[in-house]
């Protein structure tokens, strides 16, 4: 028996795409430790940068803050009521250098005095506590009443829309402010002042 030949197969080596010059670069970069320390370092950077942060006024700081001062009726609402401090500029003339008279007491040469300018503290920034009208009591009827009394005093200048929107809020902090409170939250003696709320019989 004649055995025919095997066909010859032919194996041919695929050659590699080649890569751009940048690719390389960045190839040959990226098989060097301190790089790829350089990248993962960069990308747990931007992604805790995109960790959303806390709002203002949450928080353990928030929660340990009391929301009423010691001694507070529990049914009462009050809000914490920063005034700030009042910063007077002053310029005053200082003498640099006295005048020089001669053995007569002439003036041979007058004085020179230079300008300063500094900050007075006229009143310090305090904190304390006001007592409001508590947020279940601000209804519409109650807000249209408000808008009401304030329109009669000349402080608002709106529509009666029982709503505490941003002139509303300008008006009640127009009207405090002729009683010494720089504060649109209404405060409880606002609201008696008003004659929205009844003033308690002692």
Known sequence: MISAPLPRLQIRQLKRP????????LAGLL??????SSVILLTFTALSACTPASAPG??????????????AAPDSCWDRHVSPAIIETVT???LAEPEQRDAD?????????????????????TESWLQITCP???TPDFIASLQRALAVRGHYKGSVTGKLDRPTRQAILRYQQRHGLESHILSLDSARRLGLIAIPKS
């Not at 080649?18 to 670069?25: A, G, K, L, N, W």
């Open 18 to 25: 080649s890569m751009p010059p940048q690719i390389r670069h």
């Open 58 to 71: 949450t928080g353990a700081d928030a929660r340990s803050r009391p929301a009423a001062p010691p001694g």
């Open 31 to 36: 098989r060097r430790p301190l790089f790829r």
């Open 92 to 94: 005053v003339q200082v």
């Open 136 to 138: 279940v009591d601000m």
């Open 105 to 125: 007491g002439r003036i041979v040469q007058p004085a020179v005095f230079r300008t300063e300018t500094r900050q007075d503290i006229v009143r310090p920034r």
